[in-house]
């Protein structure tokens, strides 16, 4: 008993992990068919160990949320999640101690539901606290659960953002709505493509829109077989012959 009271919390917390060793499950849930150790079986012999080593486990819930359930059958319950700090003391030397931060879940259909949050927070607490292995734990290495991962919709542009880039080909002199349209339907679809406003993504409206940018007239109306229409000739632009003036 001397020899443990000259030790440090842990020093004695060390001493009691190496001495725990492999609990098998003795609790077996008959309703979800599966096995687990009891908390009695957990409290049994931390209450020993923590006699022989001089360690005190002090509780305190900080919080509690509570939430209304409901069952198939139309059975009314009570889930709760219960916040606790666990204090952790030395008790040859008091100060000697540390905080820890932890919480327990239970749902009952009676007045149950608190003790089972805080006898839960207690039990796994002290089974990570002090590494506690169970005969028939699995793995959580043994398999890799398959996820279905959602497939992300792309961003479809909106008729605004259409317009402005319909724009940028207006004030690149392509004066044709028809024209602006066809030219946009051949840069998102490929030639001879019919524009269609609700399967234009925005990645690639401004990937278009960039293209305008760097593109000339010619090359924006070549895109649909088009040339530049030429001026039509004024006739104060025709050649004049000075010597068949007419005298006015």
Not at 72 to 85: I, L
Request: aromatic share 8%; charged share 30%.
């Amino acid at each position: 008993m001397a020899e443990t009271q000259q030790l440090n919390l842990y020093q004695k917390l060390a001493k009691i992990t190496g001495e725990i060793g492999v609990i098998a499950k003795d609790g077996n849930n008959q309703q979800q068919k599966y096995k687990y150790i009891e908390y009695e079986t957990i409290a049994g012999k931390f209450r020993e160990l923590f006699s022989k080593y001089g360690v005190v486990l002090i509780p305190s819930m900080v919080e509690q949320e509570r939430s209304a359930i409901t069952t198939s059958r139309g059975s009314s319950g009570v889930s709760t999640v219960c916040h606790f700090e666990f204090t952790v003391v030395n008790a040859d030397k008091p100060d000697d101690r540390f905080v820890v931060k932890w919480q327990g879940e239970a749902a009952d259909y009676g007045d149950k539901a608190t003790n089972k949050a805080a006898t839960a927070a207690v039990k796994y607490y002290l089974m990570r606290q002090f590494n506690i292995s169970s005969k028939g734990d699995e793995d959580p290495d043994s398999q890799t659960p398959e996820v279905a991962r959602k497939q992300q919709k792309p961003a479809m542009a909106s008729v605004r953002q259409i317009v402005a880039v319909s724009k940028r080909l207006a004030a690149k002199g392509v004066t044709s709505d028809e024209d602006r349209k066809a030219i946009l339907g051949a840069a998102i679809g490929g030639k001879g493509a019919v524009l269609d406003p609700s399967k234009v993504t925005v990645v690639k409206l401004k990937e278009v829109a960039n293209r305008i940018e760097g593109a000339t007239l010619e090359q924006l109306l070549a895109s649909i077989d088009k040339k530049p229409e030429q001026p039509t000739p004024d006739e104060f632009d025709a050649p004049v012959d000075f010597d068949n003036i007419p005298e006015f």
